[in-house]
């Protein structure tokens, strides 16, 4: 019988996700590589709904044991970061399964790779890859489209922007201060005219709810998943708002990467210090006590061929972790029931549609309102 396995279950991130869908009646097989953690976990949830919930040990270092969680029909979630390390087993295991595959990324290169070199092979196998469906890269995604939508065929250009209120600094996981580490010498990308092409510290200010806040580029779903649905975007950007008046620094910073990345040694030093940031943190499991008020913000924006904007839709929503918790377990319950529309590497949209997607994000407390 087809099941939900949640692989990262003891994690911060999966930990979330556990609850949320139980709390939508799942009963997800709940994989990690600690017995002791999985067990108090599903003891912990025993109440719920969905409780009285199986366990499995697996390991990326060990990547048969994560094959052995999945079946064909089965959906995949993966929460095991950082992903550009240990993210490739649960892929692995999902396309050799012909399963659906989610996670929670927002790395890059690891989504990079995920359309480039998996999904042909999960295609061939009659798996669906949805990657980076939570807080990184859903709400940007709903946005665009419903922002291009609006616009029409005279559309060649969208840009998204990510930002967040409240003290972000102090929510952050352990494991997404990790997944920053891992990113910091990553080569980004943008896709201008018509094609992926490097990008290198581009900022851009947007007026969001009445005040003007700046976004750094960098990359995501939307340059691979935006230009098939829409075959007039010429150009697709993405900026993520978190750094407020440092972004133009970062920026700065940001173009001289790819020199620093060349230097000797310099990635071991990154890929030291995420795993000290893990270690110290006993293994990427919750923030910082008190961080509360978080909240979130995105918006897109269309632009015709010369540069006049034709739409802006904005999204408003709370913490991005109960967010991504949320979406996760209405994508994999959505998922097990009905299916998705597709197979390889498929953006948001495409594995669920448009209209279902902007419900399953509202459930998850993100909702679409009137630019200010």
């Not at 990113?183 to 990008?199: D, K, Q, T």
């Not at 900022?203 to 998943?225: C, M, N, P, Q």
């Not at 549609?353 to 994000?361: K, N, P």
Request: hydrophobic content about 45%.
């Amino acid at each position: 019988m087809a099941r939900i396995v949640l692989f990262g279950a003891t994690g911060f991130t999966g930990r979330l996700t556990a609850e949320a869908l139980t709390r939508r009646g799942a009963r997800p097989l709940l994989a990690g590589r600690d017995q002791a953690r999985l067990t108090a976990l599903a003891d912990s949830l025993a109440g719920s709904p969905g409780g009285d919930l199986p366990i499995a040990v697996a390991d990326v270092g060990r990547p048969e044991s994560v094959r052995a969680l999945v079946a064909p029909g089965d959906v995949l979630i993966s929460t095991v970061g950082p992903f550009t390390r240990w993210g490739e087993a649960a892929v692995a295991a999902a396309t050799e399964a012909g399963a659906v595959y989610l996670d929670s990324t927002g790395e890059p290169t690891f989504i990079k790779r995920i359309f480039q070199r998996y999904g042909p092979a999960a295609a061939t196998r009659g798996a669906a890859l949805v990657t980076a469906f939570g807080y990184d890269y859903v709400p940007g995604n709903l946005a665009a489209a419903l922002a291009l939508r609006k616009a029409g065929a005279d559309a060649v250009r969208v840009d998204v922007g990510y930002f967040v209120g409240g003290d972000m600094a102090r929510r952050a996981s352990a494991g997404t201060r990790a997944s920053m580490l891992g990113m910091l010498l990553e080569p980004m990308y943008g896709f201008r005219e018509g094609r992926i092409v490097p990008e290198h510290g581009r900022t851009r200010r947007f007026l969001v709810d009445g005040r003007v806040r700046y976004g750094l580029s960098i990359g995501a779903t939307e340059h691979f998943t935006l230009p098939p649905a829409h075959p007039g975007l010429r150009e697709v950007n993405v900026y993520l708002g978190w750094l407020g008046g440092l972004t133009k620094a970062a920026g700065v910073l940001a173009r001289a990467t790819p020199v620093i990345a060349a230097l000797p040694g310099a990635r071991r030093v990154t890929e030291a210090l995420a795993d000290r940031v893990l270690r110290t943190a006993g293994g990427g499991t919750a923030p910082a006590a008190g961080a509360s008020g978080v909240s979130s913000r995105i918006v897109a924006e269309t632009y015709d061929a010369r540069g006049r904007r034709l739409s802006a839709v904005h999204l408003s929503g709370g913490d991005p972790y109960e967010f991504t918790a949320g979406v996760l377990a209405w994508a994999a319950t959505t998922a097990l029931a009905e299916g998705v529309r597709g197979t390889g590497a498929l953006g948001p949209v495409d594995a669920f549609g448009l209209d279902a997607l902007t419900r399953g994000c509202a459930a998850a407390g993100m909702t679409v309102r009137e630019p200010a």
